[in-house]
């Protein structure tokens, strides 16, 4: 039977947060074949809107097509391989144009016209759609996989299906989105997140609102790992003055109310459910020791058309701490690299990160031993 505390585990080994060579296996392994969180579907409101998600070379257009169903497509035109969309974000109309010699395709990929090739021999329009990738939607939060044919997402999400199925997040928007470039691997970003045994002394603020042993686990082995925190103010919410910004959430319970759910996404977010709000952290590897974190605090449409509403509680909050907690990770970043220093035991407050390392031991194929 697997392990389900930390009894005994130890931190990765210094070349998984140094080693290029682990990169590129993490790259094959996880990021280029797994399912990852990309974005909400509050911003593919309407028909044509669209974002793009870059994966190294890779670059994916998730738009809403005419029919109003999410598709995602390579970023890349069929005739010489331009890129498709430039920018970031946007609204494509009902097509999309490639800039170099406007073949036109359809929201739905196909290719709908391409100037001057009627007479070419052979050429058929319809041998020529862009080529798709696959896209899941759960709770609202969107879901690419830049894998042919990845393990179904019902499969590898298993223990989050159904578990939220009461919140309808899929309704929230965001009011804010904020940006870091954090120094450090993501995987440390992980480890970050999963324990409060750094809170005490790091995070005063956090740790008066939720002392850092009102915590248990009710996810504690695979893919999506956390469980709650209960705030000492059982009205409250995680603010810079404890106080709620919103109402409660639709559809949560009373006692969900008093709690913050806290799930790390392998390998790609974290989601935390507040009462009156929702934070999602993307974390996106950008190279060994560089991660690219983009926090968004998402509040119900009722909420926000509320006169007065006032969201920076949550945004200062969050932002704070976020950034405490950045130093932490880059301060480990450096530690790490050190020739000297080996794998340290887990606490039992960090028993999330040994399962988040069994996790990633099982997805990167390493023996249970290996990892110094
Ligand atoms: S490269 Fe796109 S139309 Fe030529
Ligand atoms: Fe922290």
Redesign the pocket.
């Known amino acids: 039977m697997k392990p389900r505390t930390s009894f005994g585990q130890k931190t990765l080994g210094r070349g998984y947060f140094t080693s290029k060579d682990i990169f590129d296996m993490e790259r094959e392994r996880i990021f280029r074949t797994g399912w990852l969180l990309v974005g909400h579907v509050s911003q593919l409101d309407v028909p044509g809107r669209f974002f793009v998600f870059d994966l190294d070379h890779e670059s994916v257009i998730v738009l809403r097509d005419e029919d109003g169903a999410i598709r995602a497509f390579h970023n890349h035109c069929r005739h010489r391989g331009s890129r498709l969309c430039a920018a970031g974000e946007g609204n494509l109309g009902r097509s999309i144009r490639c800039p170099y010699h406007a073949w036109n395709y359809g929201l739905d990929g196909r290719l709908r016209s391409a100037p001057s090739m009627a007479d070419v021999a052979g050429f058929d329009a319809a041998d020529w759609p862009l080529h798709t990738v696959v896209v899941e939607t759960w709770l609202g939060f969107v879901f690419i996989s830049l894998a042919r044919e990845p393990q179904p997402f019902a499969h590898v999400l298993a223990n989050l299906t159904g578990r939220f199925a009461h919140r309808d997040t899929s309704v929230l928007r965001a009011v804010h989105r904020e940006v870091y470039l954090v120094a450090a691997n993501w995987k440390l970003v992980f480890h ?2 999963s324990e ?1 045994y ?2 005490p002394g ?2 005063p603020q ?1 740790n008066r609102l939720t002392p850092f042993r009102n915590t248990e686990n009710d996810l504690d082995e695979g893919a999506v790992l956390g469980g709650p925190m209960w705030m000492n103010n059982p009205e409250g919410s995680m603010t810079m003055g404890g106080e709620r910004c919103a109402a409660p959430l639709p559809g949560i319970s009373s006692e969900e109310r008093g709690r913050v759910y806290y799930y790390t996404v392998f390998p790609s977010a974290f989601i935390s459910f507040h009462p009156d709000y929702v934070l999602l952290h993307r974390a996106e590897a950008l190279a060994i020791d560089c991660t690219r974190v983009t926090c968004e605090w998402y509040f119900h449409p009722d909420a926000i058309a509320t006169p007065g509403f006032d969201p920076q509680p949550a945004i200062a909050f969050w932002d704070l ?1 976020n950034r ?2 950045w130093t ?1 990770c880059e301060n480990t970043q450096r530690g790490v690299a050190s020739l000297t220093w080996q794998p340290g035991p887990y606490s039992e407050l960090e028993s999330q990160l040994a399962a988040f390392d069994r996790e990633y031991r099982r997805v990167m194929a390493l023996d249970a031993a290996s990892g110094d």
């Open positions: 970050n997140f409060c750094h809170c790091v995070h956090l701490t405490q907690d932490l």
